[in-house]
């Protein structure tokens, strides 16, 4: 008798397990779970900060540095200048070995490596990765590396959600919905800008907005700011950015445009440089030991340190002192070339840290010299050159990472002042259309591009709605004329064919697909009524331009799948989903073809076409070959193929409109068309009746596959 026999107890789930299947499968077990994110994240965000801080003055002797010029640390005063040089050299000493031997992800702006574990790692991050890029990144900012906080705190909030994820064992897709979690309440904490993390989570780090994720980002984001508030206070992050400046001339908004571009070159000028360091990094460094390259680059980074010392750490103080108005023009250009130069080497030595706050640097400075030749210029009219400085933050960092969303809300919640809204929404568009018209890779995407990943191609599930019927469909060498006003009478095909190429094995009123509609779409039709392709008509349904089948359709999926997106995705048919049932679509009508008969000819032993090239067969008039059966394989209607015994032709013959007439004749009213050529918009939500002989058929077998259509249907990524 086995264990489950009669009469046995039922085996008891621990609460232990109950609660991890809970955990994992209910939408409140995820939200709970973004809410313990948001928590951990929120109080990782605090220690990293004051741990930047603590080791910002145990070199200095402050808590913020650089802003003060040229003062040495009041810790090391016999150093002198020197302690400029000196001190990323000891700083590399100490967290280049430790990357190196524990973490080495953990190098870098940490960006791209959340963005990578998301997109094909499952949201997987190593749990050592959260301390290591912690007391790494600390270390390099605190010991001069010109770098930004937000990177780490990505890095560490994520790593902290994954490891909580993998440690209930959460599916993939909701992992990376925690991991997003973890990065937009990392965020949110360091900014005190809740809004702005819910952005960054979805914009930059999942790349998908669904409800249930939206929900979970929001959630973490919340908890996080409200737990960074207790012991940071809840004031706006840039608490020095002035206040009550605005664009009183709707004329100054042009300015703002030409700003907007300015800021995107510099933005792309500033990941040209960034990438062109590391590589020459790399060529200078080769084959030595990774371990020692911080210490050894941290040399050159301190000369640097040394002439503009305002470079050193983040640079927030440095960014009020701008604003205030305490820098010359041509002092604020330098900041800007110096601040590019700055961090792209320590990233190239081998750095730990950030690219966000060095943007709104660049941003800040040459913001604010553009305002200052705008006022020299306009006078009073231009506006106050501190808005100028905000609106090119945004601008900045809009065209490096290519993120709108994101960079409209972290200028506006970091400077606490929502009357930049529309200056900033202007500067940070144009800055993303002029990024997208110039290069492909962002700051973050192009480091996994060059490890060979593209996360912007164009996801699998995606391909359906890219491409249209006339992606995939083969063209007929000439159009062929839809007559008006003809019904579909399933006539008998013409006798005589087997002194052509072979007896009539098939016939049947064909059906049609339009070269607009989306190939989902297509897909059901071919489903239903397809088995050997379907004619493909113009937008208007007077023309018959091609044949599209299976084989085309997914030879064209691959195209699109292996083409980068820049290249291949010319529009998103949005509006053929836009259904408040998506099942509607299933329930489409077919669209008859008038005045047309598929006939399916059989080349057997001995038939005249055995043996010919399909355009040396002498096909009767108002014939057009559509595909070609070889086996269990359809093949285009190529005019050199050469048909085997046993081939089969798919034909698309036209009807005689004259004898038609004669038979039956024609209401304006009758048939499936009502006397006009068949037209069934794509993008129609409202079934319509089915139409022609084929009606009953039609139904049935639409029935019959719906079950199998709901199982493929390719939904947007939202929802889920």
């Not at 790494?136 to 994954?162: D, H, K």
């Not at 973890?182 to 819910?198: D, L, Y």
């Not at 929502?418 to 202007?426: F, H, R």
């Not at 108002?622 to 209607?637: E, S, V, Y």
Request: charged residues 15%.
């Amino acid at each position: 008798m086995t264990a489950g026999a009669a009469g046995s107890p039922p085996v008891s789930v621990p609460w232990t397990g109950r609660a991890g299947a809970w955990l994992r499968g209910a939408r409140g077990g995820l939200f709970v779970l973004a809410l313990l994110v948001g928590g951990g994240s929120g109080l990782g965000a605090v220690a990293f900060r004051y741990l930047v801080y603590f080791f910002t003055w145990l070199a200095t002797g402050h808590v913020a540095f650089g802003q003060q010029g040229h003062i040495g640390s009041s810790h090391l005063p016999w150093l002198g200048l020197a302690f400029f040089v000196v001190i990323p050299v000891a700083g590399g000493l100490i967290y280049g070995p430790l990357i190196n031997r524990y973490a080495r992800e953990a190098r870098g702006h940490g960006v791209p490596e959340v963005m990578i574990a998301v997109a094909d790692n499952g949201g997987r991050i190593r749990p050592q990765v959260s301390a290591v890029k912690a007391i790494a990144s600390a270390l390099c900012i605190g010991t001069g590396g010109s770098v930004g906080r937000e990177g780490p705190i990505v890095q560490i909030g994520s790593a902290l959600a994954s490891s909580l994820g993998q440690a209930v064992r959460m599916p993939e897709n909701r992992l990376r919905i925690l991991v997003a979690c973890g990065a937009g309440g990392g965020i949110a904490a360091t900014f005190n800008a809740p809004i702005t993390g819910v952005f960054f989570g979805l914009e930059l780090i999942l790349r998908e907005f669904s409800v249930e994720a939206l929900f979970s980002v929001v959630l973490s984001a919340m908890v996080a700011d409200v737990i960074a508030e207790q012991f940071l206070g809840s004031g706006a992050f840039l608490s020095g950015f002035p206040r009550g400046i605005a664009l009183h001339h709707i004329g100054s908004y042009l300015l703002v445009a030409l700003l907007a571009v300015t800021a995107a070159l510099l933005g792309l000028a500033f990941t040209k440089v960034l990438y062109k360091t590391e590589d020459l990094c790399d060529r200078i460094w080769k084959h030595r030991p990774e371990w020692a390259r911080p210490a050894v680059g941290g040399i050159v980074l301190g000369l640097l340190l040394l002439a503009l010392p305002q470079l050193y750490g983040v640079g927030y103080p440095v960014i009020y002192k701008a604003m205030a108005g305490d820098y010359v023009l041509w002092f604020l250009l330098v900041l800007a070339a110096g601040k590019m130069i700055a961090t792209s080497l320590t990233i190239g030595i081998g750095g730990s840290g950030g690219v966000f706050a060095p943007s709104l640097f660049i941003g800040a400075t040459s913001g604010m010299a553009f305002g200052e030749v705008a006022g020299h210029l306009l006078g009073p009219a231009a506006g106050p050159p501190a808005l100028y400085a905000a609106v090119a933050m945004g601008a900045v960092f809009a065209a490096a990472a290519r993120a709108p969303l994101t960079s409209l809300a972290s200028v506006v919640e970091m400077t606490g002042d929502y009357t930049l809204t529309l200056p900033v929404m202007l500067a940070v568009a144009i800055a993303t259309a002029v990024s997208r018209g110039l290069s492909y890779g962002t700051i973050y995407t192009t480091k996994l591009l060059r490890r060979g990943t593209d996360i912007d191609r164009p996801a699998p599930e995606h391909a359906f709605q890219d491409l249209k019927v006339a992606d995939a469909m083969h063209p007929f060498p000439a159009p062929l004329a839809v007559p008006p006003g003809l019904r579909d009478e399933g006539r008998q095909p013409a006798r005589g064919w087997a002194s052509v190429a072979g007896p009539v094995t098939y016939q049947r009123a064909p059906q049609a697909v339009f070269a607009g509609e989306s190939l989902a779409q297509a897909l059901r039709q071919l489903l239903v009524y397809g088995r050997d392709g379907l004619p493909v008509l113009s937008a208007d349904g007077r023309q018959v331009q091609g044949w599209v089948t299976n084989n085309r359709v997914l030879q064209a999926i691959a195209r699109q799948i292996h083409t980068s997106q820049a290249q291949a995705t010319q529009a998103q048919l949005a509006a053929d989903w836009a259904l408040p049932d998506p099942n509607t679509a299933l329930r489409e009508p077919p669209t008859p073809l008038p005045g047309y008969q598929m006939l399916e000819i059989s080349v057997e032993e001995g038939s005249p076409a055995a043996g010919a090239t399909l355009n040396a067969i002498a096909w009767p008039p108002g014939t057009t070959p559509a595909a070609i059966l070889h086996g269990r394989t359809i093949r285009d209607p190529d005019p050199g193929v050469t048909l085997a015994p046993g081939d089969r032709v798919i034909l698309l013959v036209s009807e005689s409109p004259a004898e038609e007439a004669a038979e039956s004749p024609v209401s304006p009213t009758d048939g499936a068309v009502g006397g006009q050529p068949p037209h069934r918009p794509p993008q129609s939500a409202e079934p319509q009746s089915p139409a022609g002989p084929r009606q009953e058929e039609a139904a049935t077998d639409g029935r019959a596959v719906q079950a199998a259509h709901q199982q493929n249907d390719h939904r947007r990524p939202m929802s889920q």
